[in-house]
């Protein structure tokens, strides 16, 4: 039975933990394997580390409570694993699932996920639940 097509899907797992800025732990990682291929019977990835530094600074803007606004001047950087996969359309729920229970075991606030093309920040809650493993 085909599936019809599947969208390009991608998301990033960052190398540290929130909390305490420190690598995670490998079992966190086989857990993580486990998890899509027990739930997706497949897995791609991870590629390897990407490390993105944009050398200039970037302007911004942030909106602290609604106050007033708060001009800022950033650098750009990106430190994380990212785990390319497709899976048909119907079946995206459950990739979110599946990323809020990681983002709990790799001890991140928000997921980044794309989607055909779509960015989606996850955030991640406790009642979230973790990762078997």
Request: aromatic share 8%; net charge positive.
């Amino acid at each position: 039975m085909e599936e019809g097509p599947r969208p390009v899907s991608t998301f990033l797992i960052p190398v540290v933990r929130d909390s305490d800025r420190r690598p995670h732990a490998p079992v966190v990682w086989r857990a993580l394997q486990d998890a899509l291929l027990g739930t997706f019977g497949a897995l791609t990835g991870p590629e390897p580390v990407l490390y993105y530094r944009k050398p200039d600074a970037v302007p911004g803007a942030r909106c602290p409570a609604r106050g007033a606004l708060k001009r800022a001047r950033s650098r750009s950087r990106t430190r994380a694993v990212s785990i390319p996969f497709a899976v048909p359309a119907h079946r995206v729920d459950e990739v979110r699932a599946l990323l809020r229970r990681a983002g709990n075991s790799f001890d991140q606030r928000v997921m980044y996920l794309e989607v055909g093309g779509y960015a989606e920040f996850l955030e991640v809650r406790p009642e979230d639940g973790f990762l078997e493993g």
